[in-house]
């Protein structure tokens, strides 16, 4: 099976900034999404921002918008999340993910990776 590969995670104050980046092997060339969810603790998994269709589509959880960025590198096979402004709330596993199936929702990926951990400090 394919890797998504994570990295970029950290522990940061509030107000700070972190980008993630995914080795995405053929992914970001070959799936409907590509997608950042998180897992804060005693949570379950929420969707952070998807990249759809070729990257013509772009979604964002609303507690992010305006903060978070999703991108990617199709050369490079990459996605990127760039963080800024953190809070303490954005503490959680950060994954990295492929939705394969077109039309289907981007917060349930069917293939992710095994997650980065992004901490912040009030």
């Known amino acids: 099976q394919t890797q998504l590969v994570e990295s970029g995670g950290g522990s940061v104050q509030a107000g700070g900034s972190l980008r993630l980046a995914c080795a995405a092997s053929?992914?970001?060339?070959?799936?409907?999404?590509m997608a950042w969810l998180r897992q804060p603790p005693g949570k379950l998994r929420e969707g952070v921002a998807g990249l759809c269709h070729g990257g013509s589509i772009e979604h964002y959880a609303d507690s992010v918008k305006g903060r978070f960025t999703i991108s990617q590198d199709t050369t490079q096979d990459t996605l990127y999340l760039q963080m800024n402004n953190l809070k303490p709330e954005d503490t959680a596993m950060y994954y990295c993910?492929?939705?394969?199936?077109?039309?289907?929702?981007?917060?349930?990926?069917?293939?992710w990776g095994r997650g980065t951990q992004v901490t912040v400090s009030s």
């Open positions: 053929e992914y970001t060339r070959s799936a409907y999404c």
């Open positions: 993910a492929a939705q394969t199936i077109y039309g289907a929702d981007w917060t349930r990926p069917d293939y």
